[in-house]
């Protein structure tokens, strides 16, 4: 007995065979074809499938909730405000290690990163037995050496709900002290809607 493929089965059930093709393959599963009709069975239950997720509505109770979950995530504004990539020049933690000595972490990282048009400068110790950080930092305009990136707002978090907010000075610099969780995030604006975003897991390498 000879078989039909598994494409035109498919065509088949899509009804788009052509009508002589079509009495055939009618023919040949009235004749018994096991291995045709558990093709064509298979590929029925595929299309049901399908067609019941097309036409599947959520419950209105379950959109207002997932509405309501991201209105206050500001994600829209976000996606209209792209970060801009920073650049890492120097990190205390990756320069070599002297031989016999275990650890270069004293409590106190350096770290310098550039995000046109600045250069941050950035100084994290710990506080109070590793249970706080303080973060020192300075921002310099790459478009005017010498001149410093003042009045600018300056974000910390420790990704674990605290937050701090604080401004550049006369000097470009600023310093705030968060709970130590481990992580450190800076964020801050540099006009035309954009931010800098800098991110630290394992912030003292603890």
């Known amino acids: ?56 509505k ?16 500001n994600l829209t504004e976000e996606k209209k405000r792209p970060d801009v990539l920073s650049e890492l020049l120097f990190d205390s933690f990756l320069q070599l290690v002297l031989e016999g000595i275990r650890s270069s972490s004293n409590g106190t990282r350096q770290i310098l990163y550039r995000a046109d048009p600045f250069q941050i400068d950035l100084l994290i110790e710990s506080q109070a037995g590793g249970r706080s950080v303080v973060v020192i930092g300075q921002l310099l305009d ?24 604080a401004a550049t ?25 954009k931010s800098v975003v800098i991110s630290l897991r394992d912030d003292l390498g603890a």
């Open 1 to 56: 007995m000879k078989h039909f493929p598994a494409e035109e089965w498919i065509d088949f059930l899509s009804q788009v065979v052509r009508t002589i093709r079509k009495e055939k393959m009618k023919e040949h599963l009235e004749q018994g074809c096991k291995r045709c009709s558990k093709i064509v069975s298979v590929w029925h239950r595929v299309r049901q499938t399908a067609e019941t997720e097309a036409n599947y």
């Open 142 to 165: 790459l478009r005017h050496p010498g001149i410093v990136g003042h009045d600018l707002r300056v974000t910390l978090s420790n990704l674990r709900g605290c937050e701090v907010q």
């Open 169 to 193: 000075n006369q000097f470009g610099k600023f310093r705030e002290e968060l709970e130590n969780s481990g992580n450190l995030e800076l964020k801050f604006h540099v006009g035309n809607h």
């Open 58 to 73: 959520p419950p209105g109770d379950a959109v207002r909730i997932a509405k309501a979950s991201f209105a206050g995530s």
